[in-house]
């Protein structure tokens, strides 16, 4: 399969009007500072057309190699949108949650919606405060 966030940039190349997004990215598959810059210039370069449908997958034998247990998947992606909404929305941004922490960093680009791109999730209400629609 290829890369999610690749394949929309190719898709909104082809027009300036057609909205982009993901029915479910995996977030905690990546590292938090990479996913915040792919998807912030994603965000850019779509004139702000992006929509980031996100999930925790749904097979346990394919998350042993996370640090972090599948039954705590979906706090620890409530705490990694946290801190996502802290990249994308201060200049100096700082987290200090239970499943991500880090010190003040500096985190550019910053999404061209504001406050940041809309997100979707399914059945997840610990995400309910960040996401655009249930």
Do not use: N
């Amino acid at each position: 399969m290829w890369d999610p966030l690749l394949s929309l940039m190719a898709a909104a190349q082809a027009t300036t009007e057609l909205r982009v997004g993901t029915s479910v990215a995996l977030p905690l598959e990546h590292e938090i500072f990479t996913f915040a810059k792919q998807v912030a210039t994603l965000d850019q370069m779509t004139g702000g057309r992006l929509r980031l449908g996100i999930g925790v997958g749904f097979r346990a034998e394919l998350e042993q190699s996370r640090p972090i247990k599948w039954s705590h998947r979906y706090r620890a992606l409530a705490d990694m949108v946290q801190a996502l909404s802290a990249l994308w929305t201060t200049d100096e941004s700082e987290h200090h949650g239970p499943f991500f922490d880090f010190e003040p960093v500096w985190s550019f680009p910053k999404p061209r919606e504001k406050p940041r791109p809309p997100l979707l999730a399914a059945a997840c209400f610990a995400l309910r405060p960040y996401c655009a629609h249930w």
